[in-house]
């Protein structure tokens, strides 16, 4: 895989180091995030829907915060810059 084509999204080279080498497990982490960020924004979605109210502005900001921190755990800068 060319890593530096995804440089904009993620720092391999820290992220592996993060995961002691071991590629198949930064694959797997990265997995988890994608289905993380998918079950967050369902999260958010369903506030928003529901109508907002008192607790709506925080339910976001937890869902958003769910998504910057496992971002910036497997080294995704410019996600964790947008949550």
Do not use: T
């Not at 530096?4 to 002691?20: K, L, N, R, T």
């Not at 990265?30 to 289905?35: A, Q, V």
């Not at 339910?59 to 996600?79: D, F, Y």
């Amino acid at each position: 895989m060319p890593y530096s084509e995804f440089s904009h999204v993620i720092d391999w080279v820290e992220a592996m180091e993060q995961c002691g080498d071991d590629e198949d497990f930064l694959r797997e982490l990265l997995s988890d995030l994608r289905g993380e960020i998918d079950a967050q924004i369902v999260r958010m979605d369903e506030v928003l829907q529901a109508g907002i109210n008192d607790q709506s502005f925080l339910l976001i900001m937890r869902a958003s915060h769910v998504i910057k921190g496992a971002s910036a755990n497997l080294m995704c800068q410019e996600l964790r810059e947008a949550a």
